[in-house]
T-cell receptor, first 117, second 110 residues
């Protein structure tokens, strides 16, 4: 079975440019999560969706970040304009369940390593 | 504020040693606690714990949860160099959200 698929794997761009990260969750999973990981702050939850609806975006650092999930099989995380401090590894994860069955394990994509010069 | 704290932050041991990693939490509406192993890429799932006192085992790894004292431990016996990784603890709260600790970096020396 295909896991969570993220693209691109690496992105290097100049400050001020728009960056779009993409994620395809595991088929049948109803929750999708975007994380950012840095050495200093570890793994931080940015936003998560349940059934394509954003549930909690309190982790989104500022208005330069936006995320969409137009359908159950695709999500994007956009940074506009990008800044050097946005450099990090961005992970997408998906899971099933929730509700009365409790939280289910999240399956992570391989991440996008983003470098803003 | 919900939080998950892992200790130690890093650990260096020799092959064959036994290690214990700690995870304490304060999370509203606790639902589950998960352990992940992260090597060079994405975190991979190890255990999911929902009930106190029931040990989960997988080979040389085992984990247990104490919901009264709000912590979990992850034990690795007879460590091998392939166990070198960052071990992440995550606690599920309301909805389907998880709160992650900053991880314990384990290095196993031959």
């Amino acid at each position: 079975d295909a896991g969570v698929i993220q693209s691109p794997r690496h992105e290097v761009t100049e400050m001020g440019q728009e960056v779009t990260l993409r994620c395809k969750p595991i088929s049948g999973h109803n929750s999708l999560f975007w994380y950012r990981q840095t050495m200093m702050r570890g793994l931080e939850l940015l936003i998560y969706f349940n059934n394509n609806v954003p549930i909690d975006d309190s982790g989104m650092p500022e208005d330069r970040f936006s995320a969409k999930m137009p359908n159950a099989s695709f999500s994007t995380l956009k940074i506009q304009p990008s800044e050097p401090r946005d450099s990090a590894v961005y992970f997408c994860a998906s899971s099933s369940g929730g509700g009365r069955f409790g939280n289910q394990p999240q399956h992570f994509g391989d991440g996008t390593r983003l470098s803003i010069l | 504020e919900d939080k998950v704290v892992q200790s130690p932050l890093s650990l260096v041991v020799h092959e064959g040693d036994t290690v214990t990693l700690n995870c304490s939490y304060e999370v509203t509406n606790f639902r589950s606690l998960l352990w992940y192993k992260q090597e060079k890429k994405a975190p991979t799932f190890l255990f999911m714990l929902t009930s106190s006192g029931i040990e989960k085992k997988s080979g040389r790894l085992s984990s247990i949860l104490d919901k009264k004292e709000l912590f979990s431990i992850l034990n690795i016996t007879a460590t091998q160099t392939g166990d070198s990784a960052i071990y992440l603890c995550a606690v599920g709260g309301s909805g389907n959200q998880f709160y992650f600790g900053t991880g314990t970096s384990l290095t196993v020396i031959p």
